[in-house]
């Protein structure tokens, strides 16, 4: 290095070293690098739930940062891990750079409260099918033969099933779903309209669920349809004089293809199906398919007897009500936060299209 180029540079610090540099040696000055501002994305906005109203602690996912001169510093308010009030709140993210260059974002968590359902005590009100019968019982190697009404255990019955499926849901409040299924009765039979004015008498129940009807058509004859619908008629009017909430559903389908035996009057439930759809528009109650949920899987759904229902059948008729039940009865409200987990998932319709009936066959008379 140049006596020249050495007394130049001596007692130039190092920040202007490169510019002193050039000018002793006549090149061109380096420029420093330009950056661009920094940029910010907060995460999604989300929703959680207050069990009981109260604030909750809420953690959330960092923002993402790019571009600017390092060091970044990034900042939300409120923090993650903060405590968040019932209703929505909004969070606010900056960034901060080197040079003081900022940019923010901000995005939404909303607390919400458990749903509420305005009516929690329930009685599912029906035959066999209500009470739960195990239809596995009916054959013997395909062989038809009468038996003792048997029931799946409790746990896999339909109240039951929804009865959990409501607790599941509505956590904060206790649920009552009473089984009041009889095996083998029949809605013509002056002792049943009996039985459910006596069952729903004293005012401890608020809803009932009425599917009635199969063993009506033990007999195949279709002009039974008449005294069916005026005995379904007869108890909506009787629970609405209680000022009950009534859900009036379509009985199951029958599976003709099954091995035995009990599934002789399979003709008959579509047609006699649409007349209680008919009669649930009539007296202006909530519908529930069950026919049309099941008979869209009727194997998987139907028992080998050919008329009750498997242990994914009873789960179905429950789905099924379930979804009549929260779309009549929720509390509707912009703090209710969405169903996850422990409710199973529906795929029954509250009140789907009508199934045509299907064709004839000739039938052979079997006891039920």
């Not at 359902?117 to 029906?126: K, M, P, R, Y």
């Not at 209500?130 to 190697?141: H, P």
Request: proline share 9%; aromatic share 6%; charged share 15%.
């Amino acid at each position: 290095m140049s006596e020249r180029l050495i007394i130049c540079l001596r007692g130039v610090t190092a920040v202007a070293a490169s510019v002193v540099l050039s000018s002793c040696t006549g090149s061109t000055p380096t420029k420093p690098t330009a950056t661009d501002p920094p940029t910010i994305s907060c995460p999604a906005s989300m929703t959680t739930t207050s069990t009981d109203g109260n604030p909750v602690s809420v953690s959330y996912s960092a923002p993402t940062v790019s571009a600017g001169q390092p060091p970044l510093t990034v900042a939300c308010t409120p923090a993650s891990g903060a405590t968040f009030p019932v209703g929505p709140n909004t969070v606010t993210c900056t960034v901060t750079d080197a040079v003081k260059r900022t940019a923010a974002c901000s995005f939404t968590v909303t607390v919400g409260v458990p749903p509420k359902l305005s009516a929690t005590n329930f009685v599912a009100f029906g035959d066999s099918i209500t009470w739960g019968e195990n239809g596995q019982n009916s054959s013997a190697q395909g062989f038809p033969r009468l038996h003792p009404a048997v029931q799946f255990p409790i746990s896999e019955t339909y109240p039951e099933v929804l009865k959990q499926q409501l607790a599941a849901r509505y956590t904060t409040q206790s649920i009552v779903v009473d089984n009041a299924g009889q095996s083998g009765e029949s809605v013509t039979d002056s002792g049943t309209r009996s039985r459910f004015s006596q069952t729903i008498a004293g005012g401890r129940y608020q809803v009932v669920l009425i599917m009635e009807g199969v063993n009506d058509l033990e007999q195949r004859d279709s002009r039974v349809y008449p005294a069916i619908i005026a005995g379904l008629r007869q108890m909506i009017l009787d629970a609405k004089s209680r000022q009950m909430q009534v859900f009036l559903a379509t009985i199951p389908p029958e599976n003709q293809s099954a091995p035995c035996c009990r599934n002789l009057s399979w003709s008959l439930v579509a047609p006699l199906d649409d007349q209680i759809r008919g009669l649930a528009s009539e007296q202006a109650v909530p519908l529930v398919d069950v026919y049309a949920a099941l008979n869209a899987d009727i194997n998987t759904y139907i028992g080998p007897d050919g008329l009750h229902p498997t242990t994914a059948g009873y789960a179905k008729i429950a789905d099924t009500f379930f979804a009549a039940i929260e779309q009549t009865l929720e509390i509707k409200s912009t703090m209710t936060s969405s169903r996850t987990g422990a409710v199973r998932p529906r795929s029954g319709s509250v009140a789907a299209p009508t199934t045509s009936a299907q064709p004839p066959r000739p039938a052979v008379r079997k006891p039920r």
